[in-house]
């Protein structure tokens, strides 16, 4: 039986009951007669007899993050999403007290932001950089929360608004907001300064200093969404799937909230989805909800067909905080990498008379499962062929500009390529988005490259992994092109890489986490992966073997991978090997190339041998 990566929950007196376990319970059409509806729908502002929300327990490895979704339309917004790219101001050696606004930054050196510094000809002359701009708060921002959304600042962050301290961040690929809303005035100026320190012993290598993603400047009502994920599931025969609705409001008013959800195929048809709306409070702010499972809805089939499903809605009360329901979508699109089918989940927000907030995901039916050393997608066997990819553009070094994610991805397709390690970091959300349009499996590795040295074990870097790692997991989770979790490139296992594992495992159990350097990790039974990463095997040798080119390892040479016998049989028995870093263009042996040019000629070779595996 192929293991699906999910789980149902046991029973609460069950000695396999985990508190952290995400149950979902099954209400059956045919015990939902309209009388009984009507009472359900009334225990939102009383109390319920039958249980049917869950909120989601918090995650024990590590705290989940809060990243606010972008919205797409703020009621009495013109425009709640405003870029703030542009030129900045610079300075690579900055005055004390950089971040006062009483240091007047007109003598520092302009900077495109998004931008690399050293792709813009700026040197470092220290640890510490300091950048400036001063931006316009529109007046309509004027009674909601102002939230500013870094897309990418690398290493150490510091952010200042007006002079008053903000919030820190350690990173570089992955999102993060903070609110600044008691610090702006709405229809005037602000300076906003980030202050960032590299450090030298760290992580990743490519943590440079440089803010090489978007900064976005949001405004959002007083209670708004924080979280509004996705995720599907298939039944045994891969024809019906259930939506999962994972919603959650923070709340500054004192009245609650409702979440209207309203779905949408490839072709922008709706399709009515039951329930079609989640109540959320103070005193519950978060839920998932499922749709998909045993209850008939409403769905509008390719030809515009219309099939209808009840119930509508659900709502929440303190009393009956927890509900998931499953009803069944009858025979969606699926998504794979040969058909990216996509529908479209808006989220409304109404505080009871107007809709006051809306977020919109595009997203894709599919289920991942492993069977023995095979890896499926919607129960069929793939083979991943395609090449690492980092964000790099020959002007702008590693500050991308968003539409060449799109093109990159419409010429990895070209290639008839359908995989894409995001070497060695997470990659912008943009490709992401072209990835699932186009139909490429993604490999979405965390910002830990050549973490050695002691870093792996050490617990002062413990933050350091897991606060990028669990916001990687929260910005890219509804994404159907996201295949597996990386876990980091060529790292030394330890502690610190365990607890990545452990958070992965409980917070998204949908996907397989993959580890390079997974031969340092222990083997046994359960290995902590569910794909085996290799790189650089012999040309000649077994492509579904765990060996490698390596008889040590680059920053420990004394170090020999003496697998045991017994150990390789067990978990080459259950896990399947990705070659995911491998036979590259020779690139980094000139002597070889200058004594024999022609030896890329022989990269197709390598290439052809894992075609026809």
Request: hydrophobic share 35%; glycine share 6%.
């Amino acid at each position: 039986t192929p293991r699906t990566f999910g789980r149902q929950c046991a029973p609460a007196d069950s000695a396999k009951y985990h508190p952290t376990e995400r149950c979902i319970i099954r209400i059956g059409a045919e015990s939902m007669t309209p009388k009984r509806l009507r009472n359900l729908f009334l225990a939102v502002v009383t109390a319920a007899a039958t249980t049917l929300a869950a909120v989601p327990p918090e995650n024990t490895v590590w705290p989940r993050p809060v990243l606010v979704p972008v919205p797409t339309a703020v009621n009495g917004v013109r425009q709640p999403v405003v870029s703030l790219k542009g030129t900045w101001k610079v300075n690579t050696s900055p005055p004390a007290d950089f971040w006062n606004n009483s240091v007047d930054p007109a003598s520092w050196r302009d900077m495109a932001v998004p931008g690399q510094l050293s792709s813009q000809g700026i040197g470092l002359r220290g640890p510490q950089i300091a950048y400036k701009t001063k931006i316009e708060i529109p007046a309509d921002f004027a009674g909601k929360r102002i939230v500013l959304r870094f897309q990418g600042v690398t290493a150490y962050a510091k952010v200042w608004v007006n002079g008053t301290y903000i919030r820190d961040h350690f990173g570089g690929f992955t999102a993060w907001t903070c609110d600044v809303t008691e610090q702006v005035t709405a229809g005037q100026d602000a300076w906003l300064t980030v202050g960032v320190t590299i450090r030298r012993e760290g992580i990743s290598g490519f943590n440079d200093g440089s803010i090489l993603r978007d900064v976005k400047l949001m405004a959002v009502p007083q209670n708004h969404l924080v979280r509004f994920n996705i995720e599907t599931t298939l039944d045994s025969n891969y024809r019906d799937a259930v939506l999962k609705v994972w919603t959650a409001m923070a709340f500054r008013e004192s009245a609650g909230g409702h979440v209207n959800l309203t779905l949408q195929d490839a072709e922008g048809r709706a399709i009515t989805a039951t329930p079609s709306s989640v109540g959320l409070a103070r005193s519950n702010p978060e839920t998932i909800l499922e749709i998909g499972g045993h209850v008939n809805l409403t769905l509008q089939d390719a030809e515009g067909r219309t099939i209808t499903a009840t119930p509508s809605s659900v709502g929440l009360t303190r009393s009956n905080p927890e509900t998931i329901l499953e009803i069944a979508i009858a025979a969606p699109r699926k998504w794979d990498a040969e058909h990216p089918n996509l529908y479209t989940l808006q989220a409304s927000v109404t505080d009871g008379a107007n809709v006051v907030e809306t977020v919109s995901r595009t997203f894709g039916f599919r289920q991942i499962q492993r069977d023995g050393r095979r890896l499926l997608v919607n129960g069929k066997e793939v083979k991943l062929r395609g090449v690492d990819r980092h964000d790099i553009d020959p002007l702008t070094g590693r500050a991308v500009p968003p539409e060449q994610c799109d093109r990159d991805a419409q010429i990895f397709r070209a290639a008839n390529m359908n995989f894409i390690r995001t070497s060695h970091y997470p990659p912008m959300e943009e490709f992401l988005d072209a990835c699932d349009r186009y139909g490429l499996y993604v490999d979405d590795e965390a910002s830990v490259a050549f973490a050695v040295n002691g870093v792996q074990n050490d617990p002062e870097y413990t933050p350091d992994f897991m606060n990028q790692w669990s916001e990687q997991i929260e910005r890219d989770r509804s994404h159907p092109s996201v295949l597996m979790w990386s876990m980091g490139n060529e790292s030394a296992w330890g502690r610190n890489i365990r607890k990545q594992y452990d958070y992965a495992r409980v917070e998204d159990p949908s996907r397989p986490i993959i580890f390079s350097w997974a031969d340092l990790a222990p083997f046994g039974a359960r290995p902590p992966f569910e794909i085996y990463s290799l790189h650089y095997a012999y040309y000649d040798s077994d492509t579904s073997a765990f060996s490698d080119l390596w008889s040590g390892t680059w920053w420990n040479p004394g170090y020999a991978k003496n697998l045991s016998v017994a150990g390789q049989k067990q978990t080459q028995t259950d896990v399947p090997v990705l070659h995911d870093e491998s036979t590259h263009i020779p690139a980094y042996d000139l002597n070889e190339q200058m004594r024999d040019p022609g030896v890329r000629n022989f990269w197709g070779e390598t290439i052809k041998r894992f075609w026809e595996n």
